[in-house]
């Protein structure tokens, strides 16, 4: 039993075995040896390595599908709302977008002068909004996001699943 933090952390763990296991497999493949000569390695077999490599994709999908679940079935609340794990992640992550550009926005003038194409003419770029109320705008959504986030963050550490880690803890 590990908590869905632990398991988030597991997934990149198993992603980067995966790796390391097919390089194994492609030093193990080849050997080069003389004509009449027997080949020697001190790699190991082929048939290990792909059974171990087989291991570790079946508990990567099975710990896919464990944290899919939890993300489903477990809910934080925000704002009045309860909201699904992947809910709450994508909108954490909507409004981190949504303040971005608000911050952008804000840091605009409200008008500034622009060149013009002829002798004697001035234009002016004006916005068509308050820098201000978009700048203050971001802030908001910042912090939204970040209380979203902890939210996020302490249910994945309260949530368990069934999921045996000890073959890499």
């Known amino acids: 039993m ?7 952390k597991l997934k990149s763990i198993l992603a980067k075995k995966v790796q390391e296991l097919i390089n ?5 493949a080849f050997v080069t040896v003389e004509k009449g000569q027997a080949p020697k390695t001190s790699n190991r077999a082929m048939t290990v390595i792909e059974s171990e490599l087989a291991q570790v994709r079946l508990d990567i999908r099975t710990l896919d599908r464990l944290v899919y679940e939890a993300n489903i079935h477990n809910k934080v609340d925000f704002k ?5 794990l992947v809910e709450a992640i994508e909108l954490a992550s909507q409004l981190r977008a ?23 003419t001035m234009l002016y770029e004006i916005a068509m909004f308050e820098p201000d109320a978009y700048r203050e705008r971001s802030l908001q959504l910042e912090k939204d996001a970040h209380k979203l986030s902890n939210l996020i963050n302490a249910k994945n550490y309260s949530v368990e699943i069934q999921f045996d880690d000890s073959r890499y803890f």
């Open 98 to 120: 949504e303040a971005e550009l608000c911050k952008h926005l804000g840091t605009h003038e409200k008008e500034t002068v622009r060149m013009g194409y002829g002798e004697g």
């Open 2 to 8: 590990i908590n869905l933090a632990e398991a988030v």
């Open 80 to 84: 009045g709302e309860q909201l699904a």
């Open 24 to 28: 194994e497999l492609h030093r193990s």
